[in-house]
T-cell receptor, first 116, second 112 residues
Framework: GAVVSQHPSRVICKSGTSVKIECRSLDFQATTMFWYRQFPKQSLMLMATSNEGSKATYEQGVEKDKFLINHASLTLSTLTVTSAHPEDSSFYIC????????????FGPGTRLTVT | AQSVTQLDSQVPVFEEAPVELRCNYS??????LFWYVQYPNQGLQLLLKYLSGSTLVKGINGFEAEFNKSQTSFHLRKPSVHISDTAEYFC??????????FGQGTRLTINP
């Protein structure tokens, strides 16, 4: 149980285009999902927290107009990187917190984004 | 603000040897502590967590950790490692249901 999927696992896009990453909780409902970014050989940095049906809360320094987050249902959150640039190339990981489990987060397998 | 320090960026050990990965945190309030493992190009898998109760926490894959409030530490241990334990290990802390704050990670390399 408690499986989180991400799609796609890898994506290559051209500079200036937008790319959408999906995060799904497969066997549980999640009111809260988190989006992280991880650079090579570094730790995870929280980008934003999304709650179902409301606006995401972005961490300081994260451009909300560039990283659009939508959490339209209890099992799906999406991250759209708009007007991508090479410096946006990174490993993006989502996690989902099940209903009534305040302290748990289950992580997705990550999405490798490469912007050329 | 909370912070987490993993004192070793890399830890090489021989197979079947014991290992300890160190983690210290700073927080002025009660916290919840976690250890995650990350294999290459994968997400994070929870090894164990401390929420309350016994300070010695047992997790998956033979790992355990001890919460030491006076030393603000939550070191991870395994008595005998296997080649398959080679991975990146992250310590994390949260206050209640708040966000997780991760340490910098420790790369554990098991040599035959």
């Amino acid at each position: 149980g408690a499986v989180v999927s991400q799609h796609p696992s890898r994506v290559i896009c051209k500079s200036g285009t937008s790319v959408k990453i999906e995060c799904r909780s497969l066997d549980f409902q999640a009111t809260t999902m988190f989006w992280y970014r991880q650079f090579p050989k570094q730790s995870l940095m929280l980008m934003a927290t999304s709650n179902e049906g409301s606006k995401a809360t972005y961490e300081q320094g994260v451009e909300k107009d560039k990283f659009l987050i939508n959490h339209a249902s209890l099992t799906l959150s999406t991250l759209t990187v708009t007007s991508a640039h090479p410096e946006d190339s990174s490993f993006y990981i989502c996690s989902a917190r099940p209903l009534l489990q305040l302290y748990e987060q289950y992580f997705g397998p990550g999405t490798r984004l490469t912007v050329t | 603000a909370q912070s987490v320090t993993q004192l070793d960026s890399q830890v090489p050990v021989f197979e079947e040897a014991p290992v300890e990965l160190r983690c210290n945190y700073s927080s002025s309030v009660s916290v919840y502590l976690f250890w995650y493992v990350q294999y290459p190009n994968q997400g994070l898998q929870l090894l164990l967590k401390y929420l309350s109760g016994s300070t010695l926490v047992k997790g998956i894959n033979g790992f355990e950790a001890e919460f030491n409030k006076s030393q603000t530490s939550f070191h991870l241990r395994k008595p005998s490692v296997h080649i398959s334990d080679t991975a990146e290990y992250f310590c994390a802390v949260s206050q209640g249901a708040q966000k997780l704050v991760f340490g910098q990670g420790t790369r554990l390399t098991i040599n035959p």
